[in-house]
């Protein structure tokens, strides 16, 4: 009964990861394509080196959370 509680709780939390590295990825990519953008493009260096610094951060965050899901896979006895 314990056991199966822990493997209900394991895949809960790697669902969870699953989807917030989806939303990461999103959003590292609306980052970059801003940087990108003539449309959308920031208006000075400062702007850019701000967004580029925060799609670094969130690809920082996104190899953590992938770390995490490996993790919980093997804990699971899945293969990645």
Known sequence: MAAERDQARLREELDMVEEDLVKLRE???????????SA???TDAAEVSMLIAMADEQEQLMNTLEARREDLRRRLGEQP
């Open 27 to 37: 959003t590292v990519a609306e980052l970059r394509g801003t940087v990108g953008s």
């Open 40 to 42: 959308e493009a920031p």
